[in-house]
Nanobody
Framework: VQLQASGGGLVQAGDSLRLSCQAS????????MAWIRQSPGKGREFVTA????????YYADSVKGRFTISRDNAKNTAYLQMNSLKPEDTAIYYC????????????????WGKGTLVTVSS
């Protein structure tokens, strides 16, 4: 499956932003989706994931209550709604997909998009 993330940009602390991940090349509703980020000078960090039907979601503690993952299987698209953004949310955000069942936060995904940069100024 091919993934293309979009929607990043420069925002101020407290602002909101919505990222999109457009998928192609495989039946979208057969893969679990995730958002994973990488801040400057740091390793990749799990942000959130959603099951194939959207019935199960997982969040990193650092984003719980502020970020919401969703998906529209008819549009082959996953979303990440980010509210109350903080400077520490600054990162490249990658969308990722895998067929294996979701069991919790993980960085083990089979397919990765190129990422979109989110910069939050204080």
């Amino acid at each position: 499956v091919q993934l293309q993330a979009s929607g990043g940009g420069l925002v101020q602390a407290g602002d909101s932003l919505r990222l999109s991940c457009q998928a192609s090349g495989r039946t979208f509703n057969s893969v679990n989706m995730a958002w994973i980020r990488q801040s400057p000078g740091k390793g990749r960090e799990f942000v959130t994931a959603i099951s194939t039907s959207g019935g199960r979601t997982y969040y990193a503690d650092s984003v719980k209550g502020r970020f919401t993952i969703s998906r529209d299987n008819a549009k082959n698209t996953a979303y990440l709604q980010m509210n109350s953004l903080k400077p520490e949310d600054t990162a490249i955000y990658y969308c990722a997909a895998r067929s294996a069942v979701l069991t919790g936060p993980s960085l083990w995904y089979d397919y990765w998009g190129k990422g979109t940069l989110v910069t939050v100024s204080s």
